[in-house]
């Protein structure tokens, strides 16, 4: 009887481990939160900014897994602080090393290209678990 009641405890003790490190593996799979860019475009050429330079930025956003949320041109409202630029944009990605890739990319796009018809404010922000 008493060898029943230790293979049980073992038993039971295997599972525990067996589910914790499965429990484990979703938690850390959890880990990665969406990342989003915030930015503020002073667009001076609007023709050469739509022609040249928004394809290639559109295509660097596509690229890293980007998706619009919201904005575009003349669709910000200062609520305090110092009026928004004339193009205000908020794009997700993935994760935050994502984000931090596509940023490399879109400041050589924007000293490339970019810099001729507009002037670029953007910042990133770690998006947090939603529970």
Known sequence: MAMKSVGKIVTAA???????????????????VPAYSVAEINVKDPDGY???????????????GGKYL???????????????????VLIQFPDM?????????QTQL?????????SFRAIGIEGIEQK
């Open 110 to 118: 924007e000293a490339d290209v970019g810099n001729k018809y507009a």
């Open 14 to 32: 295997i599972a525990s481990f067996v589910l914790g490190v499965g429990a484990g593996s979703v938690l850390h799979a959890q880990g990665k």
């Open 50 to 64: 739509t022609k040249d330079f928004l394809p290639k930025a559109q295509a660097n956003i596509k690229e890293h």
């Open 97 to 105: 090393d994502t984000l931090k890739a596509f940023g490399i990319k």
């Open 70 to 88: 919201g904005g575009g041109a003349n669709k910000a409202i200062s609520m305090s602080g110092s009026p928004p630029a004339n193009r205000v």
